[in-house]
């Protein structure tokens, strides 16, 4: 039993420390005259920007449609990122064309363009010996035309961190994403 325990302990510390540090790719467009062959592929770019605000909801059901959890996005603490963005021409075409219709609205003065979409997963392929999966990590990939001219077939443009969420084999998952942008 100490054993089963300090092993748990430590798949939840190793979730936790990967779980800490955030990726995203971008597109380095910068102004510097190097020559590269890689200069029209997507780079990674480290972002602090505000021009998206991201909220999400996780509702996780079995396969017999019960309710197992409910989770939102963490409020981010200490400087962490808890949800971020692709900073990429390719993250506003996808806003414009592909996540759905926009309503403006108003928030504390600033106007914000908004969409509302949902995202689910009927989660049957788990890698974990046991057919469980601990997560919180939840991602908008864009697959296509958008993204094939800087070599890649997909890409993640969203990107949140919730609370710890364990899944089973058949366990239903539905993100239910809010996604602002600001307007000028």
């Known amino acids: 039993m100490k054993g089963f325990v300090i092993l748990l302990l430590g798949v939840i510390f190793a979730a936790l420390i990967t ?50 959890s409910v989770t939102d996005a963490i409020p981010c603490q ?9 900073p990429h021409e390719v993250t506003d075409y996808a806003f414009n064309t592909l996540l759905g219709k926009k309503e403006i609205i108003t928030i504390d003065n600033i106007k914000y363009e908004k969409v509302q979409f949902s995202t689910s997963s009927d989660n049957q392929w788990l890698f974990d010996v046991y057919d469980r999966e601990l997560t919180g990590i939840w991602e908008v ?3 296509g035309e958008p993204i094939k001219k800087y070599g890649y077939e997909c890409t993640k443009i969203f990107w949140v961190r919730t609370g710890l969420v364990f899944l089973e084999v058949n366990d239903v998952t539905t993100a239910n994403w809010t996604i602002l942008r600001e307007t000028n």
């Open 19 to 68: 779980n800490a540090v955030p990726s995203i790719t971008a597109d380095d467009s910068g102004s510097n005259s190097a020559d590269s062959e890689d200069a029209d592929k997507l780079n990674i770019v480290p972002t602090e920007s505000t021009k998206y605000k991201i909220y999400l909801n996780v509702v996780v059901r079995n396969a017999h449609g019960e309710l197992v």
């Open 78 to 86: 200490f400087g962490r990122t808890c949800s971020t963005y692709m």
């Open 141 to 143: 990939e864009i697959c």
